[in-house]
Each structure stands twice: as C-alpha cells, then as structure tokens.
C-alpha cells in the first residue's frame, strides 16, 4: 500500500528538465529570427511574421502559441484572427535596438553551444573541450578573434551576458572614494560605460586585445562618452596590468585553469594601490556547491569550450587571493546566478 508521501511523488521535474531543450531551443530561435525585435514595433498577426520571416505554415502558430505558453509573448484572439506582441520581459531585453538588450549570448548559445553540449558526456570521460578544436579547429579563443564576425558575436554576447550585473554594480557599489578603474578583458568596453554613465568621476579604461579596440571604441563613441573612458590594448599573459585604483575582470577567471587564475589575480594585486579593490563578477558557485545550478553549469561549459577552466566558489577564491597577499576579501550579490568579489589590498 503507497503511503500519502509516495502518492504525492511526480515525474514532473524529470520530464521538465530532461525535455528543457524543447523549450529552450523554441526561444533561442526566435531570438536568432530577431523575433523580438520585430514584435517591439507593434503587435503582429502570425500572417505579418509568417511574412516577413518567410516561414512554412504547417508549425507557425505551434511556434508562436509555444511562446505564449512559456510566457515569452502575449496574444488576443486565436490562430489566424490572432495577434502577438511581446511581454514586458522580452520588449526589454530580446529587442536587438535596446540597449538593455541580452540576446547576444542567445545568438551564441543558439549558433555554437547548443549543438557542442551534445557531447558533454565524451567531455565528461576526457576532460578535453568539445567545441571546434575535436575537428582540428584553433582553441576557442584564437577562433574568434581571428574572425571579426565572431568576435563581434562574443563581444556582443558577453556584454549582453553581463548587462544586468554591470548596471546593478554601477548604480549600487560606492565608487566615490575613487579615481580611476581599469577592466581587465573589457570585451566592448560595457561596464566602462555603465560606470562612467552612473560614476561620472571615475576615469576609466576598458583593456583587451587590440582586435577589440576598435569595437570597444565604437561602442563608446555611440554612448558619448569617449571623454571619460580610455580603451587601451594589452594580453594578460603577456603584459603587466595598467596601474588603477579598481581593478575589475568580468567572466575572464573563469576561462583559465588554477595556475593563470593566480597569476592573473597576482597581475590584479601588482596594479592595485594599498587598499585598492580587485573586482572580479562570475557566477560565484555557493560555498556548499548545492544552490547555484547555473554556477556548477557555468563551469561544465567551461569543459566544453576550454582547456582548464572552471568556475568557482567564494571559497576558492578567498584561498587564491590570499595567496597572492589581499588582505580582505568580501562578497556582494549581483543579478540572478551572479556576484561580485570584492578583494581589497
């Protein structure tokens, strides 16, 4: 006899989970399509973006109507006297013309990363990435710098990754005791322009190889704002860090195994004046390795795509750090999965 407990016992979040890439594939689609983009003029019909998508009949109102149901669009009427706009969610931060737009990691996950997870399992036995370097392919980062569509792809993906953390880090950390901040990967120079939007004061300098100077720069042109940010170009594995009073690195630990991780907090510390802060936002995975789930899978696409890199907890970090001779090293939640990691020298 099935006690109360057992009777209550669902299959639910099994067939959710192991079938997410249904849904997930169903979004990521419709965002490559700019979808989005195309809705935030104005409500649709399904004819009006059947159209203009040149899409086949047969599955265009599964497709559209499996978006209302995930919450993704909003409809009056029914499939073809229906109209679809988009939610609050999606207006805000899938149209491509926003500058709130996220969409650009959806692009990459849809265009490079859906298909390469396929093989997480062989990643799993060999601890070697599973991306373009299985059929000869340059490593990851080569690649995309070597193209300047792709790099423009990954700068767009990894500021759209991040908008939410920079502006909440801009607008909420007191920056007023000081001068001068360096970003270390700056990628298209985002949080710069966050911080110096929010922080007029602080002079900042967005750091990075110098095929992405160029796209940092028109980024900050088109903000108005090249008066307050410098974009400067350096490597990190071989260059010493621009001298600041805020060092700050943005999804960059996470891409390097143990040994670079220190060597690139040790080139942090070295930059840094007596109690300036090294500023590093990641998904920090808890303490307990139990509660960030998108942290632990943050770290499995670290397998996927890289060499030796992997996320990590405040507890990692705070060993690594110390290590190299901080003196405190605090934590401060971001948006969503993310935190910032405050180390001070």
């Known amino acids: 006899m099935k006690s109360q407990q057992d009777s209550q016992i669902t299959p639910s979040k099994i067939m959710q989970i192991g079938m997410?890439?249904?849904?997930?594939?169903t979004l990521l689609t419709a965002v490559n399509m700019g979808l989005f983009t195309f809705l935030a003029s104005g409500a649709k019909t399904g004819t009006s973006i059947q159209n203009n998508f040149d899409l086949h009949e047969r599955s265009l109102y599964d497709f559209l109507d499996a978006l209302v149901a995930l919450g993704f669009l909003n409809r009056s009427g029914l499939k073809t006297s229906a109209v679809y706009s988009n939610t609050e969610e999606t207006n805000l931060f899938l149209d491509r013309n926003k500058p709130s737009y996220i969409g650009g990691i959806l692009e990459m996950a849809n265009n490079r990363l859906y298909p390469f997870w396929n093989d997480l399992e062989e990643g799993l036995v060999t601890g070697n990435p599973q991306n373009e370097t299985k059929e000869g392919g340059?490593?990851?980062?080569?690649?995309?710098?070597?193209?300047e569509d792709s790099l423009k792809e990954f700068i767009h993906a990894m500021g759209g990754v991040q908008a939410g953390n920079f502006m909440k880090l801009s607008q909420?950390?007191?920056?007023?005791?000081?001068?001068?901040?360096c970003d270390i990967g700056g990628s298209g120079g985002?949080?710069?322009?966050?911080?110096?939007?929010?922080?007029p004061h602080l002079k900042c300098t967005s750091w990075d190889l110098p095929p992405v100077s160029a796209v940092a720069?028109?980024?900050?042109?088109?903000?108005?704002?090249?008066?307050?940010?410098?974009?400067a170009s350096g490597d990190f594995f071989m260059d010493e860090f621009p001298k600041a009073d805020i060092i700050?690195?943005?999804?960059?630990?996470?891409?390097?195994?143990?040994?670079?991780?220190?060597?690139?907090?040790?080139?942090?510390?070295?930059?840094?004046?007596?109690?300036?802060?090294?500023?590093?936002?990641?998904?920090?995975?808890?303490?307990?390795?139990?509660?960030?789930?998108?942290?632990?899978?943050?770290?499995?696409?670290?397998?996927?795509?890289?060499?030796?890199?992997?996320d990590f907890t405040s507890h990692d970090f705070k060993e690594w750090a110390g290590e190299v001779g901080f003196k405190?090293?605090?934590?401060?939640?971001?948006?969503?999965?993310?935190?910032?990691?405050?180390?001070t020298k």
């Open 20 to 25: 997410g890439f249904w849904a997930s594939k």
């Open 138 to 147: 340059k490593p990851v980062f080569e690649a995309i710098y070597a193209n």
């Open 172 to 181: 909420e950390f007191d920056f007023s005791p000081y001068k001068t901040l």
């Open 190 to 199: 985002n949080l710069c322009i966050h911080l110096a939007k929010h922080n």
């Open 217 to 231: 720069k028109e980024n900050i042109e088109n903000m108005g704002l090249s008066d307050s940010i410098n974009v």
């Open 248 to 310: 700050t690195m943005g999804n960059i630990l996470h891409d390097w195994g143990t040994a670079d991780k220190l060597m690139l907090i040790r080139k942090a510390y070295n930059a840094l004046p007596e109690n300036g802060l090294f500023m590093v936002i990641e998904n920090i995975i808890d303490d307990d390795r139990s509660q960030n789930a998108f942290g632990l899978l943050m770290s499995l696409n670290m397998l996927i795509e890289t060499d030796s890199g992997f």
């Open 328 to 343: 405190d090293v605090r934590t401060m939640p971001l948006t969503g999965p993310s935190s910032v990691i405050i180390a």
